[in-house]
C-alpha cells in the first residue's frame, strides 16, 4: 500500500486527497493523474528524465516542486509513457498559454446560451 508523502500514513492508491493531512495526491481530481512532488529542498527537474532529454517546455521547468509528468531518469520510459506525456505537455501548454481563446470561447457560449434563451 502506498503512503501520504507528507504524513506518511498509508493510503488507498486510487485516492485524491489524503483522507488524513488533505494533502492533493493525484491532479486535476483525476485518480489517473498522479501529482508526483520534490522532498525537501530539491526540485523535481533535476531527476526527471524530461530535463535530461530536453523535452520539457513545462514553465515551471527547472524548478518544480509538483509535476504531473514527472518521471524518475534513472527508470526507462516504455513508448505508452513517452506518448501520453506528448499529449500531457501539448494540452497543459494549451491551457496555460492560450487562456485568451478559452475565455473568449466560455464568453462567446455564454452569449449564445443567453441568445438561445430569450428567443
Ligand atoms: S516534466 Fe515536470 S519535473 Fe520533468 S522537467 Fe518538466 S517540469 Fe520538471
Ligand atoms: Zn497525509
Given at each position: ?11 488507498d492508491s ?51 516542486k509538483?509535476c504531473t ?16 506525456a ?13 487562456q ?20
Amino acid at each position: 500500500m502506498p503512503t501520504c508523502p507528507r504524513c506518511h500514513q498509508t493510503i488507498d492508491s486510487q485516492t485524491i486527497a489524503c483522507p488524513y493531512c488533505r494533502t492533493t495526491l493525484k491532479a486535476h481530481g483525476h485518480p489517473g493523474i498522479p501529482l508526483h512532488r520534490a522532498n525537501g529542498e530539491t526540485y523535481l527537474c533535476s531527476s526527471c528524465s524530461y530535463d535530461e532529454d530536453n523535452t520539457c517546455n513545462f514553465p515551471q521547468r527547472p524548478y518544480a516542486k509538483e509535476c504531473t509528468l514527472y518521471h524518475d531518469r534513472n527508470q526507462p520510459i516504455t513508448l505508452n509513457q513517452r506518448a501520453a506525456a506528448n499529449w500531457q505537455t501539448k494540452l497543459t501548454y494549451t491551457l496555460q498559454h492560450r487562456q485568451e481563446w478559452w475565455i473568449l470561447s466560455g464568453l462567446l457560449i455564454i452569449s449564445l446560451a443567453i441568445a438561445l434563451a430569450n428567443r
